[in-house]
């Protein structure tokens, strides 16, 4: 995953041609938004997710799903309030009551587009879909969460990611394996993510904890590796 950190319209044209793909550019088929940004590489605050689908749909780029049966879900959407309006009654919602979005013709194009501009086929990324499994093979979202970062278990948690991301750095020969320079890409990619107001508790622990646990076993001193799974405890803590 690359860690560099994405300007707000990178991250639009990202999301918009994820969208596309996960929907296999299909104007029938439900997606939620939140699961095609899964897919965007780079580092990005969480929260632009669901106001950039708020702004898709207002665009006429997606629409909201027949499959999304609360009909408050589609109240809030389609209201004439303003934006701020609409993420703030969306963000109360709980998870299960998401909206699924569907693909326009308009936002398809946009989507080809945005597939020129960042150098990638539309087509191309929808045969690796289709390849591994299509969209039921999507890794599951999970609860959004959201984070006191005053405690103190959060900073202690986020104290000693940027230390492990350290420690590595500072070791060529981890650097120099197979997975080094990755794994660091994913402590770089999930210290962003809890960097965040609100985290997607799914995505924080196949991204983050999977590079963390990797980190304990390759440090040079067992104290570093135990501080480091001690880090983990307190992470799933702060994710409950």
């Known amino acids: 995953m690359d860690s560099a950190r994405l300007t707000y319209s990178t991250f639009q044209r990202n999301l918009i041609f994820r969208i596309a793909v996960l929907a296999e550019a299909d104007f029938e088929r439900s997606i939620y938004v939140e699961d095609a940004a899964v897919h965007i590489d780079g580092r990005y605050p969480a929260s632009w997710t669901a106001t950039v689908a708020v702004k898709f749909k207002e665009a006429g780029l997606i629409d909201v799903a027949a499959t999304t049966t609360d009909g408050d879900l589609f109240a809030i959407i389609n ?55 299509g969209s039921e093979h999507v890794p599951e979202m999970g609860r959004i969460v959201a984070l006191d970062r005053t405690s103190d278990k959060y900073i202690e948690v986020e104290s000693e990611v940027h230390g492990t991301i350290h420690k590595i750095r500072s070791d060529n020969e981890l650097m120099a394996s197979d997975d080094g320079a990755q794994k660091v890409a994913e402590l770089e990619a999930g210290k962003a993510l809890i960097q965040a107001d609100q985290v997607n508790e799914g995505l924080v622990k196949r991204t983050l904890v999977p590079a963390l646990l990797w980190a304990a076993k390759k440090v040079r001193d067992e104290s570093s590796g135990t501080a480091i799974k001690l880090a983990v405890t307190k992470l799933f803590d702060l994710l409950t």
């Not at 109360?92 to 326009?104: D, G, H, I, M």
């Open 79 to 133: 209201s004439d309030a303003s934006l701020a309006e609409k993420l703030k009654e969306l963000s109360a919602r709980k998870e299960n009551s998401r909206p699924q979005y569907v693909l326009t013709e308009s936002g398809l194009q946009e989507a080809e587009n945005a597939g020129r501009y960042l150098g990638l086929s539309l087509w191309e990324e929808i045969d690796k879909l289709e390849a591994s499994g």
